[in-house]
């Protein structure tokens, strides 16, 4: 596998609770993706980086947020968590936008 | 509202025989079709892809066919093995960085 650490691999919390997500990478990649994976829904995307503290929005970023303040790690954050955003998350690097991307192993998050 | 359609969402095949599995997109601007395929448990990796000057692509075992007119894109999988059960999900994006979007996913699985 390429470089993507994502933690935790799994979480439980209540709803209310803020939860966030890290992704560490060791390739030196510019770009960084979250990706949700619910079924039926493929992968959709949160949020995604082009750079250190340069972020934009994706499909599905309401209710989470990202910082990227090192080239290495990648944050998503759920200020306030749901039980609609039970879900995998998975994070994702690429050198060039949206080609050849490399996936973590994801993390899967229940929200109670 | 889905951009790119995927079917069937599940498939059964006997080992040595061929995988289909169909892509259907709205967008005319998109000019990049990847395949990624997933393992239980693990995040999605690149299988193969193509861009629209082509009509088919093969990789080993793989071949992406191409339909610019109907905006269609298959896989195709011959001879059929059991490792390649799994998950297969098609893409598309743009160059003017649309944002890679995602089918709804194909579980394959294939007997011995």
């Known amino acids: 596998d390429a470089g993507i650490t994502q933690s935790p691999r799994h979480k439980v919390t209540e709803t209310g609770t803020p939860v966030t997500l890290r992704c560490h990478q060791t390739?030196?990649?510019?770009?960084m993706y979250w990706y949700r994976q619910d079924p039926g829904h493929g992968l959709r995307l949160i949020h995604y980086?082009?750079?250190?503290?340069?972020?934009d929005k994706g499909e599905v970023s309401d209710g989470y947020s990202v910082s990227r303040s090192k080239t290495e790690d990648f944050l998503l954050t759920l200020e306030s968590a749901t039980s609609s955003q039970t879900s995998v998350y998975f994070c994702?690097?690429?050198?060039?936008?949206?080609?050849?991307?490399?996936f973590g192993s994801g993390t899967q998050l229940s929200v109670l | 509202q889905q951009q790119v359609k995927q079917s069937p969402q599940s498939l059964i095949v006997q080992k040595g025989g061929i995988s289909i599995i169909n892509c259907a997109y709205e967008?005319?601007?998109?000019?990049?079709f990847p395949w990624y395929q997933q393992f239980p448990g693990k995040g999605p990796a690149l299988l193969i892809a193509i861009r629209p000057d082509v009509s088919e692509k093969k990789e080993g075992r793989f071949t992406i066919s191409f339909n610019k007119s109907a905006k269609q894109f298959s896989l195709h999988i011959m001879d059929s093995q059991p490792g390649d059960s799994a998950t297969y999900f098609c893409a598309a994006s743009t160059a003017a960085g649309n944002k890679l979007t995602f089918g709804g996913g194909t579980r394959v699985l294939v007997k011995p």
């Open positions: 390739e030196n990649h510019r770009y």
């Open positions: 980086s082009y750079g250190v503290k340069d972020t």
């Open positions: 967008n005319t601007a998109f000019d990049y």
């Open positions: 994702a690097i690429s050198e060039l936008l949206d080609e050849k991307l490399f």
